[in-house]
């Protein structure tokens, strides 16, 4: 470790973590029940860690009270990241085929207001067409209040309900730290606190499982049919058989906590309140970030600065 | 917002006819000019001032103007016509064809209001809280699109032929409507929490339209085939609106009541929808 500085009476390294522009999107589901809703969001954002080998990334981000849901049942907000416009409306439209609108009760609603969203995509528009002729489109406020524009398709069930157009804007992924400690149950507990702070801040999401990745990768691989493999410079197990080991004495595990979030000051704020919350635990000893030397994303989001905004 | 009043001076068998009213026209003008300005009685043009007293405040542009008309003006024909920002404020009974046409801004009628009301209405609101004539935001004879925007409440109850041809926007009629509610409807939203008319939705053809009646329907037109009955998910969000943005607290206690729905009218070949409320 090079330069560091104290947070909590933790050593922070002081270096930055790398993210990349992506294009994200927000949706509402609700249903009749939370169990509904959230069964249709486990639904839709599994399988969705990481582009690395997953269609996009995706994840919870926090459950709507039935007071502050479009259509007054309960609800939860979901985000999806893609690496473009296109590949994110298909992502979109796939999964919301193959988990929402076949999850009892559900609907969908955009939740990326136009005046805050860089594309319009026509979600609700593409997926009418699984009505087969008997799709109603449905209109609200024309010439008098907000006019919104919804697609109602006949199911087995009943009616699917989904809004015509789905906000996307670019935005950022990979922000990013990890947390080290003594042993594993420390390192856990601390990741666990952060991930429990990050979900206070709106505006992000933390798509590995639980928000957490214990196999942080490296590009490429000895082996050369691989695109990545495990992080080796930060696998505590290796350390002394390595070289480059960046691991500093007395840290015997290690977590990434990843961030995608809507904008960059969103996703700072989520590391810093990650950071402060995780070091907090007892039995933590070190925390960085992972980059690339900027060669990979055109965000450098310092540890520093993120522990400053909060 | 700057309140110019109106004051009808007496009762006219002729009606005058009077689309000056509007803030379109006022807006930015003196009050010597708002005197001035021109309305029909019979065959014959008259200056405003003979038939209302004219004071008040006069805003230098149309969204800033709030027009009250103080008393009886069932009397005064096109009340608000075209008008497309701006408050208008009848405090009594308004005459035909008020609103009509407009395009954005309010209207409010305390009273009773005749006829034509919301005729091809496009945009804003319109509020009667009495009852309401004929052929509320209908199409003119001839005319093949009635309403395309916008929204009319009437808390009281209408007559026949409302909605007739239209394509978008929304009525709302908490009391009882009139025979051939939504004729020819081809969008557009129509709620009746009171009892509809007979031959509801005749000759309508879809496009999103529906007619929701919460109190009952005296008849169905043969043309019309019950599909099902359920608790759609769409309802709750205009039950939610009605509440919420128009103050019409009735409509949530009908959320998740369960509606039969009924296709139509199949003599056009239209997918219309009347959904009828089940009783309690």
């Known amino acids: ?30 249903a009749v029940t939370q169990k509904w809703a959230n069964i249709a969001a486990t639904s839709l954002t599994g399988y969705a860690t990481s582009v690395i080998a997953c269609d996009c990334e995706a994840a919870i981000e926090r459950e709507i009270p039935p007071e502050e849901s479009p259509d007054g049942r309960p609800g939860i907000a979901v985000m999806i990241y893609g690496f473009s416009r296109g590949k994110l409306s298909a992502s979109i439209l796939n999964r919301l085929g193959q988990c929402v609108l076949t999850c009892p009760s559900t609907a969908v609603f955009n939740g990326l207001p136009e005046e805050e969203a860089d594309a319009m995509l026509d979600i609700g528009k593409s997926i009418r067409f699984f009505g087969d002729g008997f799709q109603v489109k449905m209109r609200m406020g024309d010439g008098w209040h907000q006019r919104k524009r919804f697609w109602r398709i006949p199911v087995m069930e009943g009616e699917f309900l989904i809004e015509e157009k789905i906000g996307a804007k670019k935005a950022v992924a990979g922000g990013n730290f990890l947390v080290m ?14 991930i429990e702070a990050i979900h206070e801040v709106p505006g992000v999401v933390t798509p590995f499982p639980g928000g957490l990745c214990r196999s942080g990768s490296k590009v490429g691989s000895t082996y050369a049919f691989l695109r990545a493999s495990t992080n080796t410079p930060f696998c505590p197990a290796i350390k002394h058989s390595l070289k480059d080991s960046k691991i500093p ?9 990843v961030i995608n979030g809507l904008d960059e000051e969103s ?16 039995g933590v ?6 980059n690339f030397e900027g060669k990979l994303g055109k965000f450098q989001m310092s540890l520093k600065e993120s522990l400053g905004g909060i | 917002m700057r309140k110019l009043v109106l004051k009808p001076k007496g009762f006219s068998k002729i ?17 010597p000019e708002v005197k001035a300005l021109s309305v029909q009685y ?38 608000g016509k075209g008008m497309t920002t701006g408050r208008i404020v009848v405090q009594g009974d308004a005459g035909m064809h008020t609103g009509s046409q407009m395009k954005g801004g309010s209207i409010t009628v305390t009273g009773n209001i005749a006829d034509w009301t919301g005729a091809e209405m496009k945009g804003g609101l319109l509020r009667v809280l009495g009852d309401a004539g004929n052929l509320l935001g209908a199409a003119y004879r001839g005319s093949s699109d009635g309403m395309t925007g916008g929204c009319i409440v009437v808390n009281g109850s209408v007559g026949s032929e409302v909605a007739s041809f239209m394509r978008r926007g929304m009525i709302v009629v908490l009391g009882d409507t009139g025979p051939f509610t939504g004729v020819h409807m081809n969008g557009g939203e129509i709620f009746v929490f009171g009892k509809v008319g007979r031959r509801a939705g005749a000759q309508a053809k879809g496009n999103g339209g529906f007619i929701a009646c919460f109190g009952g329907i005296d008849e169905l037109l043969p043309t019309y085939r019950y599909d099902t009955t359920f608790t759609p998910t769409f309802m709750r969000l205009y039950l939610r609106q009605l509440a919420g943005n128009l103050g019409i607290d009735v409509a949530t206690s009908y959320i998740d009541k369960p ?21 309690a």
Not at chain 1, 249 to 257: A, F, H, R, T
Not at chain 2, 49 to 78: C, L
Not at chain 2, 264 to 274: F, Q, R, T
């Open chain 2, 15 to 31: 009606p005058i006819e009077a689309e000056v009213i509007s803030p379109d026209i006022i807006g930015g003008k003196t009050l």
């Open chain 1, 181 to 194: 400690g003594a042993t594993e149950e420390a390192t856990l507990k601390a990741s666990e606190a952060a």
């Open chain 1, 267 to 282: 996703v700072m704020k989520a590391m810093g309140v990650g950071v402060d919350a995780a070091t907090k635990v007892p």
């Open chain 1, 1 to 30: 470790m090079e330069v560091s500085f104290k947070h909590n009476g933790v050593e922070i390294e002081d270096t930055f973590a790398e993210g990349f522009g992506m294009w994200g999107s927000r949706l509402i589901i609700t």
């Open chain 2, 42 to 79: 019979g065959n014959k043009v008259h200056s405003l001032s003979e038939f209302f007293d004219v004071g008040g405040r006069i805003a230098k542009t149309p969204d800033e103007q709030d027009i009250v008309v103080d008393g009886d003006a069932s009397h005064v024909k096109y009340i």
């Open chain 1, 285 to 290: 000893t070190w925390i960085t970030a992972v």
């Open chain 1, 249 to 257: 004495e007395g840290v015997n595990s290690v977590l990434e906590v």
């Open chain 2, 259 to 279: 509606m039969r729905r009924y296709r139509g009218d199949l003599a056009v070949g239209g997918n219309a929808e009347i959904l009828v409320a089940e009783k």
